[in-house]
């Protein structure tokens, strides 16, 4: 039995695209949360507690969208093509938000009000364009002869721009708890005290995509609810339920490490249900993996270059995070 290098590849981009969410998720959470702390030294212990790693995460959206140009050209095309327009929007929030995270501590006080604005749009702008590119994924895309035949505004459904509400909920949520992880007494308590509401908000949420997504789309609905597809997909909810409790409990005693990591047990599950959803399309509803796949010399030249630079980047992000680690001081961080 040869090697499957098209499945290999996806799973490198589906790894990648989660380590991105994860890491960049509670990075952008950070600019999400900005409105709802006034006070200007707790801004900057929320900004300083990724200062040294923000830039970093952003290496996983660079190989993943790499990865994706060089494994799966079609799949690449058909989705720059379909969303050119959310995921332009996207780089302006990121790179608009990069640099009012340099320019916010170098500015004047008179200044100062105008970057955390713009570390706010940009946080907003970058993480509701990637909700309405996820909603659009899962609508799926017209394609007629290898190219995108569908509408230039297909994404903008009622669908996808709930899924964009949706993901600024989730990274409110990772960036709430990992400020729970690292900060202590007053921006600790405010960031347990808000963390609850998020995680209800995002259960909601779930709720509704949960029953919106076979109802839009048939093939989904078959996917979830037929044997033996339900015996995978099943314990996605309960282990949902199951998280989601023991996050409240968490909170409740105002824990410090564990609602962080039941948080990214819920980012997990939710990418897994999703992951379930539309397997083994890589551009739903009907174009497979393989059908999407660059030729096998391709794939297996690339590989030998994937397998050197994916231990790299994890090395140097672990070392990162364990320099950095413990909890962020008022006197501490970027100046």
Known sequence: MGIDLPVIWFTIIVFSTLMYIVMDGFDLGIGILFPFNKDATERD??????????????????????????????AYAVVVDALSAPLTAMLVGLIFRGVAFEFRFKATEEHRPFWDKSFIVGSYLATF???VALGAIINGFSVTNRTFSGAELG???????????GLVVAYALLGSTWLIMKTENDLHRKMTALAKPLLLALLAIIAVVSVWTPLEHANIMQRWFTLPNLFWFLP?????LLASWGLLRALK???????FLLTLALVFLGFTGLG???????????????????????????LVGGLLII????VYTFWSYYVFRGKIKPDEGYH
Do not use: K
Request: hydrophobic letters at 50%.
């Open 129 to 131: 364009s990637q909700g």
């Open 236 to 240: 996605v909810p309960v282990l949902v």
């Open 311 to 314: 231990p790299v980047i994890l």
């Open 276 to 302: 379930i959803s539309i397997w083994p399309n890589i551009i739903p509803p009907s174009i497979t993996i393989w059908q999407a796949a660059s030729p096998p010399q391709s794939l297996g030249f690339m």
């Open 253 to 259: 005693r105002h824990a410090h490490y564990s609602p």
């Open 45 to 74: 212990m929320m900004v300083n507690t990724v200062a040294p790693v923000w830039d970093g995460n952003e290496t996983w959206l660079v190989l993943g969208g790499a990865a994706l140009y060089g494994a799966f050209p079609l």
């Open 155 to 165: 994404w903008l459904t009622p669908f996808s721009l709930f899924c964009g509400l």
